[in-house]
Structures are given as C-alpha cells and as structure tokens.
C-alpha cells in the first residue's frame, strides 16, 4: 500500500461512554455517520439510569464528522427528546478540529428549551470545569 492510500484511509468509528464522577463521559474515534450518531442518542435515552440533572462530556477531539445542516438539526431535536425526563442537561464538547467544533457551535444554537446548555471546550479540563460550575 503507498503512503496516499493510508493518509486517505479512514478511522474505523467507535463510540464508548460511562459515567464517572456523575459525568458521563462519551468519547467518539473515528468517521461517524448521522446513523452512529442517531443510534447513540437512542441508547442513551433508553438508560434508566440518567440523572435529573445530567452533565455530558463529548470527546470528539479524535472524531470525524461529515454533516449536513439538516442532519445537526436531526440530532438535536433527537437528544432534546431522549432527555425529557431530565431536569436540567449541560452539554460539554471538546473539540479541536475547526469543522467540528462550527458543527458543535450549531448545535448547541438549536435548542428551545433553556434546561439546555452546551458549550464547546478545546481542553478536557475546561469543559469538566465548566460542566461542575453551578
């Protein structure tokens, strides 16, 4: 295999999460569809476990997103209603890639209800802060 093939070859997607410190943490590797995505909120929303007041972190710092405008609109109506439950929801993102951090500021435009508040973070630290900021 030459050098251009591997440069162009693409991360296999992976998504993992678990809470910790009543975070919970979700970390997203590789090129992610709106499907991946989509399924997550779903098997996030069907947790008995979600707190009334949930604190998410996203590490996409190593994600590869290509989306549509449309389809950010899909995945946040999508978490607005796999959280219903939740009293209050913040939203952490860390990001590093300028395409992904412009689709993470899009969403976090989206929702109606001011239960909900995400922001974006170029550090985990930050947006751990943040996320425990009262």
Request: with cysteine; glycine share 2%.
């Amino acid at each position: 295999m030459d050098k251009s093939t591997i440069s162009n070859t693409k991360k296999q997607h992976m998504t993992s999460y678990a809470f910790i410190n009543n975070i919970l943490h979700v970390s997203i590797e590789g090129a992610a569809t709106i499907y991946d995505l989509y399924d997550f909120l779903d098997e996030i929303g069907s947790l008995d476990t979600l707190p009334e007041e949930l604190k998410v972190f996203y590490d996409l710092r190593n994600a590869q997103l290509d989306l549509r405008l449309d389809e950010i609109n899909v995945l946040s109506k999508k978490a607005e209603e796999k959280t219903l439950q939740c009293k209050s929801v913040k939203t952490a993102f860390c990001v590093v890639d300028p395409k992904i951090t412009a689709y993470t500021m899009l969403f976090s435009w989206l929702p109606e209800n001011s239960k909900i508040k995400r922001e974006q973070f170029s550090t985990k630290e930050a947006a751990i802060k943040w996320l425990n900021a009262d």
